[in-house]
């Protein structure tokens, strides 16, 4: 899979350019506030690099990449709630892109997502329910419904755009920030699923969103994130220069190993985490230029062969920069 057929350049570019701008309308004269790390919650960190006015730090102790300082939470909130880039992102980009990312992308995470139900969880109970937070264009929900048809599946889903969307799509959707979510909206449901994919990357408070997980899911429940890998390859070469590095939407990145803490310190146990991603090369040879390395320049232009498998490396590694993770509720 190449990244034209699910973020094609001309959208992303446009999408980047509007952020970029409102970066400025919407945060340059709210006051910004430094912050522990948001896996380990350590104060120790070093400047990594500064980028659309926001500064980048890497914690001394776990390695986890995030902006810091930062805006206060309503800053966030106002930002997603009627900025433009997100507005575009909500009607141009998914609109455009929405049966590729279902054919290559949705479908088959649907799919993975099934089987680690099954691998992790088993057969869901009568009176079960699996919510997406931050749910999108609905996509998801309509794919894993098909391989869930006995099981209501939920959308948790705040931007208005993307609401009616998925209520016109006929699936159930909480319309409300998952932080701001609670066992009401669910109507008696227990949620024995919570999956959330690219969101993390967002949150001006991850431990926030992962204790409201852990509140919510029924004992025994599964929360499957996808987040972005600091360690990822495309990361560590392009730092500064890498698209997924983009104020205000991506502002935590996580490692393998630091990705758990924040899970265990509210009640999780780490079952599984994996990077499946399928883009670094593809995305690295796009940017060569932005390359200090001339070992990796050179790494880049040998042939598609050699380099299908040094990302199926990548993969097994725990190198790529799309990063997995499931984990489950305590028991107790």
């Not at 990449?65 to 992102?89: E, G, I, M, Q, T």
């Amino acid at each position: 899979m190449k990244e034209e057929s699910i973020r094609p350049e001309r959208i992303f570019k446009k999408h980047l350019s509007l952020a970029k701008k409102d970066t400025e309308l919407y945060f340059k004269d709210v006051p910004f506030s430094y912050s522990p790390c948001p896996s380990c919650k350590s104060v120790k960190s070093s400047f990594a690099f500064r980028k659309q006015g926001f500064d980048y730090e890497e914690c001394d102790v776990c390695g986890t990449l995030f902006a810091n300082p930062r805006p206060s939470a309503d800053a966030f909130s106002r930002y997603y709630s009627y900025a433009p880039s997100v507005k575009y992102w909500a009607t141009h980009f998914y609109k455009i892109t929405e049966d590729d990312r279902r054919e290559k992308l949705i479908r088959p995470r649907a799919a993975a997502v099934k089987m680690l139900i099954d691998r992790y969880y088993g057969p869901l109970p009568k009176g079960a329910c699996i919510a997406d937070a931050g749910a999108g264009y609905g996509i998801f929900c309509e794919e894993l419904r098909k391989l869930c048809p006995h099981v209501p599946i939920i959308a948790i889903e705040p931007s208005p755009p993307l609401l009616k969307i998925c209520k016109d799509k006929g699936i159930e959707t909480i319309p409300k920030f998952l932080e701001n979510v609670t066992e009401v909206d669910f109507k008696d449901k227990k949620v024995a699923v919570i999956v959330s994919f690219e969101l993390l990357e967002h949150l001006h408070s991850p431990d926030d969103f992962i204790r409201k997980c852990n509140e919510l899911l029924d004992s025994g429940g599964l929360l499957i994130l996808t987040t972005l890998n600091w360690l990822g390859f495309d990361l560590q070469i392009l730092r500064e220069h890498s698209n997924s590095i983009h104020p205000p939407h991506h502002i935590n990145f996580f490692t393998t190993e630091s990705i758990k803490t924040p899970l265990q310190r509210h009640g999780f146990e780490v079952c599984e985490v994996s990077t499946p991603g399928v883009l670094d090369v593809d995305i690295a040879r796009k940017q060569r230029n932005d390359i200090e390395s001339t070992f990796i320049k050179n790494l880049l232009r040998c042939d598609d062969n050699t380099l299908q498998q040094f990302q199926r490396f990548l993969q097994q590694a725990g190198l790529s920069s799309h990063m997995r993770i499931t984990a489950r509720k305590d028991r107790s």
